[in-house]
């Protein structure tokens, strides 16, 4: 992508974020109309559509979604100051962009909004992890292609990165940097990440082993539980550039994905003119374990981002009040 399990761990959620911002006087101290872009992704449309609720009713706003993807918005923001949030932006894609939009005063950065960060790689079922302890590194998994089976019984498949995917790349470089093919591996061509969700579901369904690339948040992993192998080196951003992202690299070196951090970034206007507002949008963040959850439930039930919105507020107070203030807080819960 350009972007856990089940049993979640209350104190790690309650720990995410810093203390809660300061409240402002009331819903009468209104910060006006507020843009908030609507990302086509799962995560980022139900992360929208919950600051709009939260600022709605905690904090008199007239808070309104509007279509987006993350290099118009991130464009129109630092030209325009339209929209006045960005809930969930990829930062790696263009930091250095960012970095000097924040230095000039055009925008500015909020919350680290996935606490743990996106997180790619290679990923294994947990209860195959939990099977086999020893499997904690993409290595371990590779020395055991006898694990690792697709639907027709053969031995020693990958699950590749979707076709036309930019990650295509990076595991076609590192499944080669780790000796893959000479380790008794294929890695398997997919067309989807319908074809890749399919592959999970089958191999869970008939507990055998799978190992591919996958992502997290996602639904999938909601409803999945699995664990993502570590590397066998640190990330190396010098040979990241030099060879994993690139096409046909004919010498990648063993690497590690880069690490992703995911932010919200505030319009000027919205960052100075509204603090109250402001301070709440620098402090709400979540975990990837929490949006695994909201996910698989929005998916399970064909709901919206509005519908998973509310899901998510009603189910996990404990999460969404150490975001503010207690009589923003008391607003929202009201308005619930």
């Known amino acids: 992508m350009f972007r856990a399990g089940p049993i979640l761990f209350l104190a790690t959620m309650l720990a995410v974020g810093a203390a809660p911002p300061v409240d402002a006087a009331g819903p009468t101290n209104t910060c006006g109309t507020v843009r908030i872009a609507s990302m086509n992704w799962g995560s980022a449309e139900v992360m929208a559509a919950i600051d709009r609720f939260i600022l709605e009713h905690g904090f008199g706003c007239d808070a309104v979604l509007v279509p987006g993807d993350t290099m118009p918005t991130f464009e ?73 089976q697709d639907d027709q019984g053969a031995q020693g498949v990958m699950q590749g990165c979707p076709a036309g995917w930019g990650c295509q790349i990076m595991v076609e470089n590192l499944f080669r940097a780790a000796g893959g093919e000479r380790k008794g591996f294929r890695l398997k061509e997919i067309a989807s990440s319908v074809e890749l969700d399919a592959s999970i579901e089958a191999a869970f369904t008939a507990r055998r082993g799978w190992i591919g690339y996958y992502w997290s948040p996602t639904g999938i992993l909601g409803r999945y539980p699995m664990k993502k ?20 690299c004919p010498d990648p070196k063993p690497n590690a994905w880069t690490p ?75 308005a619930l």
């Open 229 to 248: 192998l570590a590397f066998d080196v640190p990330f190396d951003r010098a040979e990241w550039l030099r060879c994993t992202t690139q096409p046909e």
């Open 76 to 148: 129109s923001m630092t030209a325009s100051g339209e929209p006045d949030v960005a809930p969930e932006i990829f930062v790696n894609q263009f930091r250095d962009e960012l970095d000097a939009a924040v230095r000039l005063g055009r925008i500015d950065y909020g919350a680290k909004v996935l606490a743990d960060g996106s997180q790619e790689g290679f990923w294994i079922p947990q209860y195959l992890a939990d099977a086999h302890p020893e499997i904690r590194r993409l290595s371990d998994a590779l020395a055991r292609p006898d694990l690792f």
């Open 260 to 334: 992703a951090e995911v932010r919200t970034l505030v319009s000027a206007r919205l960052e100075h003119g509204a603090p109250a507002p402001a301070s709440y949008l620098a402090h709400r963040s979540w975990t990837n374990a929490v949006v695994n959850q909201v996910l698989r439930w929005k998916d399970e039930n064909g709901a919206d981002g509005d519908a998973a919105a509310l899901h998510f507020l009603r189910r996990y107070p404990s999460v969404w009040r150490a975001w503010l203030p207690a009589g923003a807080a008391t607003r929202v819960e009201a």
